[in-house]
Protein backbone atom coordinates (compact mmCIF):
# COMPACT_ATOMS: atom_id res chain seq x y z
CA UNK A 1 0.00 0.00 0.00
CA UNK A 2 2.88 2.20 0.40
CA UNK A 3 4.04 1.65 -3.10
CA UNK A 4 0.58 2.81 -4.50
CA UNK A 5 0.81 6.14 -1.99
CA UNK A 6 4.17 6.61 -2.70
CA UNK A 7 3.48 6.77 -6.75
CA UNK A 8 -0.09 8.31 -6.39
CA UNK A 9 1.68 11.24 -4.37
CA UNK A 10 4.70 10.95 -7.34
CA UNK A 11 2.27 11.38 -10.08
CA UNK A 12 -0.26 14.30 -8.83
CA UNK A 13 2.49 16.26 -7.38
CA UNK A 14 4.40 16.07 -11.03
CA UNK A 15 1.16 17.24 -12.68
CA UNK A 16 0.37 20.67 -13.92
CA UNK A 17 -3.01 20.46 -12.24
CA UNK A 18 -1.38 20.49 -8.71
CA UNK A 19 -0.55 24.28 -9.50
CA UNK A 20 -4.49 24.72 -9.87
CA UNK A 21 -4.39 24.13 -5.98
CA UNK A 22 -2.48 27.23 -5.16
CA UNK A 23 -4.71 30.07 -6.25
CA UNK A 24 -7.57 29.81 -3.88
CA UNK A 25 -6.27 28.91 -0.61
CA UNK A 26 -3.64 31.97 -1.24
CA UNK A 27 -6.81 34.20 -2.00
CA UNK A 28 -8.19 33.12 0.94
CA UNK A 29 -5.30 33.90 3.13
CA UNK A 30 -5.13 37.53 1.22
CA UNK A 31 -8.32 38.23 1.58
CA UNK A 32 -8.21 37.75 5.53
CA UNK A 33 -4.95 39.49 5.67
CA UNK A 34 -6.52 42.52 3.87
CA UNK A 35 -10.06 42.78 5.77
CA UNK A 36 -8.22 42.30 9.29
CA UNK A 37 -5.60 45.54 7.88
CA UNK A 38 -8.74 47.79 7.00
CA UNK A 39 -10.16 47.12 9.99
CA UNK A 40 -12.91 45.38 9.04
CA UNK A 41 -15.50 44.01 11.41
CA UNK A 42 -14.90 40.41 11.50
CA UNK A 43 -18.76 40.11 11.68
CA UNK A 44 -18.69 41.97 8.15
CA UNK A 45 -15.92 39.95 6.43
CA UNK A 46 -15.95 36.24 8.11
CA UNK A 47 -18.99 34.83 6.86
CA UNK A 48 -17.89 35.77 3.08
CA UNK A 49 -14.35 34.38 3.55
CA UNK A 50 -14.76 31.29 5.85
CA UNK A 51 -18.08 30.06 4.49
CA UNK A 52 -18.20 31.39 1.38
CA UNK A 53 -15.10 31.05 0.19
CA UNK A 54 -13.23 29.10 2.35
CA UNK A 55 -15.78 26.09 2.98
CA UNK A 56 -18.02 26.58 0.35
CA UNK A 57 -15.34 27.29 -2.75
CA UNK A 58 -11.75 26.58 -1.60
CA UNK A 59 -12.29 23.28 -0.02
CA UNK A 60 -14.63 21.42 -2.37
CA UNK A 61 -12.55 22.76 -5.49
CA UNK A 62 -9.22 21.43 -4.04
CA UNK A 63 -10.83 18.22 -3.26
CA UNK A 64 -12.36 17.82 -6.86
CA UNK A 65 -9.06 18.74 -8.46
CA UNK A 66 -7.07 16.16 -6.21
CA UNK A 67 -10.16 13.79 -5.55
CA UNK A 68 -10.49 13.49 -9.56
CA UNK A 69 -6.91 13.11 -10.00
CA UNK A 70 -5.58 10.23 -8.33
CA UNK A 71 -7.16 7.44 -10.64
CA UNK A 72 -8.89 9.84 -12.98
CA UNK A 73 -5.66 11.04 -14.59
CA UNK A 74 -4.42 7.29 -14.97
CA UNK A 75 -7.87 6.23 -16.22
CA UNK A 76 -7.43 9.37 -18.70
CA UNK A 77 -3.93 8.33 -19.62
CA UNK A 78 -4.03 4.93 -19.88
CA UNK A 79 -1.55 3.99 -17.10
CA UNK A 80 -4.29 2.67 -15.38
CA UNK A 81 -3.90 -1.03 -16.93
CA UNK A 82 -0.62 -1.31 -15.04
CA UNK A 83 -2.27 -0.47 -11.93
CA UNK A 84 -5.14 -3.43 -13.16
CA UNK A 85 -2.60 -5.98 -13.54
CA UNK A 86 -1.30 -5.79 -10.99
CA UNK A 87 -1.76 -8.70 -8.52
CA UNK A 88 -3.08 -6.26 -5.47
CA UNK A 89 -6.54 -6.46 -4.18
CA UNK A 90 -9.27 -3.78 -5.06
CA UNK A 91 -9.00 -2.67 -1.92
CA UNK A 92 -5.31 -1.82 -1.56
CA UNK A 93 -5.28 0.07 -4.82
CA UNK A 94 -8.51 2.05 -3.88
CA UNK A 95 -7.89 2.99 0.11
CA UNK A 96 -3.84 4.54 -0.19
CA UNK A 97 -5.23 6.76 -3.43
CA UNK A 98 -7.93 8.08 -1.25
CA UNK A 99 -5.54 8.66 1.81
CA UNK A 100 -3.40 10.67 -0.43
CA UNK A 101 -6.36 12.70 -2.08
CA UNK A 102 -7.19 13.13 1.93
CA UNK A 103 -3.98 14.16 3.26
CA UNK A 104 -3.16 17.10 -0.27
CA UNK A 105 -6.95 18.50 0.25
CA UNK A 106 -6.84 18.60 4.30
CA UNK A 107 -3.37 19.99 4.04
CA UNK A 108 -4.10 22.50 1.36
CA UNK A 109 -7.04 23.92 3.05
CA UNK A 110 -6.32 23.32 6.40
CA UNK A 111 -3.74 25.54 6.97
CA UNK A 112 -5.09 28.96 5.23
CA UNK A 113 -8.30 28.18 7.00
CA UNK A 114 -6.76 28.34 10.35
CA UNK A 115 -5.24 31.49 9.53
CA UNK A 116 -8.35 32.92 8.45
CA UNK A 117 -9.72 32.02 11.47
CA UNK A 118 -7.59 32.87 13.54
CA UNK A 119 -7.47 36.36 11.85
CA UNK A 120 -11.12 36.49 11.97
CA UNK A 121 -11.67 35.31 15.54
CA UNK A 122 -9.15 33.17 17.71
CA UNK A 123 -7.24 30.33 17.99
CA UNK A 124 -9.64 28.15 18.01
CA UNK A 125 -11.95 29.13 15.60
CA UNK A 126 -8.77 28.10 13.18
CA UNK A 127 -8.42 24.95 14.65
CA UNK A 128 -12.23 24.15 14.56
CA UNK A 129 -12.03 24.75 10.87
CA UNK A 130 -9.30 23.01 9.99
CA UNK A 131 -10.26 20.21 11.85
CA UNK A 132 -13.83 20.03 10.53
CA UNK A 133 -12.61 20.80 6.86
CA UNK A 134 -9.94 17.76 7.26
CA UNK A 135 -13.08 15.85 7.97
CA UNK A 136 -14.66 17.42 4.97
CA UNK A 137 -11.57 16.09 3.21
CA UNK A 138 -12.44 12.41 3.52
CA UNK A 139 -16.17 13.08 2.62
CA UNK A 140 -15.32 14.66 -0.45
CA UNK A 141 -12.33 13.32 -1.57
CA UNK A 142 -14.72 9.77 -1.19
CA UNK A 143 -17.12 10.97 -3.73
CA UNK A 144 -14.88 12.89 -5.76
CA UNK A 145 -12.47 9.29 -5.94
CA UNK A 146 -15.77 7.57 -7.32
CA UNK A 147 -16.83 9.84 -9.54
CA UNK A 148 -13.76 9.49 -11.25
CA UNK A 149 -14.67 5.83 -11.81
CA UNK A 150 -18.25 6.31 -12.45
CA UNK A 151 -18.21 8.92 -15.62
CA UNK A 152 -15.96 10.05 -17.94
CA UNK A 153 -16.51 14.05 -16.51
CA UNK A 154 -16.22 13.71 -12.99
CA UNK A 155 -14.72 17.25 -12.77
CA UNK A 156 -18.01 18.42 -14.91
CA UNK A 157 -20.00 16.23 -12.49
CA UNK A 158 -18.19 17.32 -9.02
CA UNK A 159 -19.05 21.11 -9.93
CA UNK A 160 -22.45 20.26 -10.77
CA UNK A 161 -22.62 18.80 -7.34
CA UNK A 162 -20.50 21.97 -6.03
CA UNK A 163 -22.02 24.78 -7.54
CA UNK A 164 -25.50 23.34 -7.85
CA UNK A 165 -26.77 21.24 -5.15
CA UNK A 166 -23.96 22.69 -2.35
CA UNK A 167 -24.17 26.40 -4.12
CA UNK A 168 -27.64 26.92 -5.19
CA UNK A 169 -30.01 24.51 -3.86
CA UNK A 170 -28.18 24.76 -0.14
CA UNK A 171 -28.98 28.26 -0.24
CA UNK A 172 -32.35 28.40 -1.14
CA UNK A 173 -33.73 25.11 -0.44
CA UNK A 174 -32.98 24.26 3.35
CA UNK A 175 -33.89 20.75 2.82
CA UNK A 176 -31.05 20.25 0.52
CA UNK A 177 -28.50 20.97 3.30
CA UNK A 178 -28.70 17.69 4.66
CA UNK A 179 -27.26 15.81 1.72
CA UNK A 180 -24.59 19.03 1.56
CA UNK A 181 -21.00 18.08 2.87
CA UNK A 182 -20.55 21.77 3.14
CA UNK A 183 -22.79 22.14 5.90
CA UNK A 184 -21.63 19.13 7.76
CA UNK A 185 -18.77 20.66 8.05
CA UNK A 186 -19.81 24.14 8.95
CA UNK A 187 -21.66 22.13 11.80
CA UNK A 188 -18.59 20.51 13.09
CA UNK A 189 -16.72 23.91 13.09
CA UNK A 190 -19.23 25.28 14.90
CA UNK A 191 -19.64 22.77 17.20
CA UNK A 192 -15.74 22.63 17.64
CA UNK A 193 -15.76 26.97 18.02
CA UNK A 194 -18.99 28.32 18.64
CA UNK A 195 -19.38 31.54 16.63
CA UNK A 196 -22.39 33.61 15.06
CA UNK A 197 -19.91 33.80 11.96
CA UNK A 198 -20.87 30.05 11.15
CA UNK A 199 -24.31 28.66 10.46
CA UNK A 200 -26.40 26.30 9.25
CA UNK A 201 -29.72 23.90 9.76
CA UNK A 202 -27.89 20.77 10.13
CA UNK A 203 -27.40 19.41 13.34
CA UNK A 204 -24.00 18.08 14.64
CA UNK A 205 -25.20 14.10 15.27
CA UNK A 206 -26.80 14.21 11.35
CA UNK A 207 -23.38 16.16 10.13
CA UNK A 208 -21.24 13.22 11.91
CA UNK A 209 -23.46 10.12 10.98
CA UNK A 210 -23.80 11.25 7.31
CA UNK A 211 -19.78 12.12 6.71
CA UNK A 212 -19.14 8.50 7.95
CA UNK A 213 -21.82 7.18 5.84
CA UNK A 214 -20.76 9.68 2.47
CA UNK A 215 -17.08 8.52 3.12
CA UNK A 216 -17.68 4.82 3.91
CA UNK A 217 -20.36 4.49 0.83
CA UNK A 218 -18.32 5.59 -1.79
CA UNK A 219 -15.18 4.31 -0.85
CA UNK A 220 -16.64 0.67 -1.62
CA UNK A 221 -18.33 2.13 -4.11
CA UNK A 222 -15.02 2.95 -5.91
CA UNK A 223 -13.77 -0.88 -4.89
CA UNK A 224 -16.50 -1.94 -6.58
CA UNK A 225 -16.65 -0.25 -9.52
CA UNK A 226 -12.41 -0.92 -9.93
CA UNK A 227 -13.11 -4.30 -9.68
CA UNK A 228 -15.80 -4.51 -12.56
CA UNK A 229 -13.08 -2.19 -14.77
CA UNK A 230 -11.74 -4.04 -17.56
CA UNK A 231 -8.25 -3.70 -18.88
CA UNK A 232 -9.59 -1.99 -21.84
CA UNK A 233 -10.29 0.84 -19.41
CA UNK A 234 -14.48 -0.02 -19.31
CA UNK A 235 -16.98 -0.80 -16.93
CA UNK A 236 -18.26 -4.25 -17.73
Not at 44 to 50: D, T
Not at 58 to 63: E, F
Not at 86 to 97: A, D, F, G, N, S
Not at 156 to 173: H, P, R, S
Request: net charge positive.
Amino acid sequence: MSTVSWITARGLFGRRRFLLLLPLPVLLVVLAVLSRGLGVAPSSWGPPVLVGLGLAVVLPVVALIVGTGVLGAEIDDGTVVHVLTTPLPRWQIVLPKLAVAVAVTAATVAVPLFAAGLLADSVRLGLALAVAASVGALAYSALFVAASLLTRRPVLLGLVYVLIWEGLLGNVVTGTRVLSIQHYVIALADRLAPTDLLSTTVSVPVAAVMIVLVSIGFTLLSINRLRVFSVAGETS
